[in-house]
C-alpha cells in the first residue's frame, strides 16, 4: 500500500481500525527525510498496516492534539487508540519492533 497525506478531515478515519503507524514531519527536518524512505518501505511490505504522514507545518492542530513536540515523531495506533511512540530518528528495524 502506499502512504496516505493525512490532515485533520480524514486523520480519525485512517487510524480507526487496525494498526495504524503515523509519522508527524516537516519538509525542512533533516532526521523527518531520513526516516521518510523508511516508512515509505514499511508501507509497501506491510499491506496489514495503514501508513499515514502528517506535515506538521500544514496540520499543526492534529500535532498538538496528539503531544508532538519534536519531530520526527512516529505514532502507532491500534483501533484509534495510541500505543507505541518513537521520537527521532530510528533504524527500520526498531520501528518495525514497535509494530510487532
Request: charged letters at 25%; proline letters at 5%.
Amino acid at each position: 500500500m502506499s502512504v496516505q497525506k493525512l490532515n485533520q478531515n480524514n486523520f480519525h478515519n485512517a487510524i480507526a481500525n487496525g494498526t495504524a503507524l503515523v509519522d508527524f514531519y516537516a519538509d525542512w527536518c533533516g532526521p523527518c527525510r531520513m526516516v521518510s524512505p523508511i516508512v515509505d518501505e514499511i508501507a509497501e511490505e506491510r499491506p496489514d498496516v495503514t501508513v499515514g504522514k502528517v506535515n506538521v507545518d500544514d496540520e499543526n492542530a492534529l500535532a498538538m492534539e496528539y503531544g508532538v513536540m519534536s519531530i520526527p515523531t512516529l505514532i502507532i495506533f491500534r483501533e484509534g487508540k495510541e500505543t507505541a511512540r518513537i521520537v527521532g530518528a530510528r533504524p527500520k528495524a526498531s520501528i518495525l519492533a514497535e509494530l510487532r
